[in-house]
């Protein structure tokens, strides 16, 4: 009777049931080392993310690209916008408004008027135009240098207004009267008692004070900011 109770006992003794499959608490023990093992990872990748960022170095962003390639394409992207926009403004002038009466905008405050200009901007200097023409082109390579170091948005936007600008009015020199290098740029924005200039003349305006406002408050085309 003992060698039967002990034969029928023996699959509820504990090393009996555990024979051929894992014991839970090996298995519970097992899935926390897995979970644990999981996860550390990510968790380093993170702190190694987080690191990066503080360091302020240029690894790529969630979409794969890095920082500065988008600030690229904003400069680009504002040049084109006013280059395009004083191009189309000078030939509608040339077609419509040239030799023609001026266009009351604002009464006597404000008028088109279409005048072809050999000088610099707001009608300086027109016995330099080779020089202003040399001078633009520079501005145009200095530009695009700068635009590889360039992580700034606010730079972005000064900086293509100057070369939109400048690339308008070097349109004007290259293929306008009297010849290349020569040609005359169209003027029809004829504020009272001003100079009389354009689109691409109030780009390049509006992107140099841009860019003193953004040296005053010390930032850099880089992205980072000192103080003097």
Do not use: Q
């Not at 992207?77 to 004083?86: C, E, F, G, Q, S």
């Not at 700034?152 to 020199?173: C, E, K, Q, V, Y």
């Amino acid at each position: 009777m003992a060698e039967a109770e002990r034969i029928i006992g023996t699959p509820d003794t504990p090393d009996a049931a555990g024979n051929g499959r894992e014991r839970p608490g090996e298995d519970a023990a097992s899935g926390e080392r897995a979970d644990s093992e999981g996860t550390r990872a990510p968790a380093g990748g993170s702190g190694d993310a987080a690191a990066a960022g503080a360091s302020g170095t240029d690894e790529p962003t969630a979409a794969g690209r890095p920082r500065g390639k988008r600030r690229i394409a904003v400069l680009f992207a504002v040049a084109m916008v006013a280059y395009a926009l004083d191009l189309i403004s000078k030939m509608l002038v040339v077609a419509k408004l040239e030799h023609h009466p001026p266009i009351e905008i604002i009464g006597d405050w404000l008028k088109f008027e279409a005048i072809r200009n050999a000088g610099a901007a707001f009608g300086f200097g027109e016995a330099f135009t080779v020089i202003f023409t040399m001078i633009a082109a520079a501005v145009i390579v200095v530009i695009a240098r700068l635009a590889r170091k360039l992580y700034s948005l606010p730079w972005a936007i000064a900086l293509g207004l100057l070369l939109g600008g400048a690339l308008g009015n070097l349109t004007d020199r290259i293929f306008r009267a009297p010849g290349v290098f020569e040609g005359a740029v169209v003027d029809f924005i004829a504020p009272k008692h001003f100079a009389v200039f354009n689109l691409a003349d109030s780009a390049i305006v509006c992107g140099g004070i841009l860019i003193v406002l953004l040296s005053f408050k010390g930032l850099d085309p880089d992205g980072t900011v000192h103080k003097d």
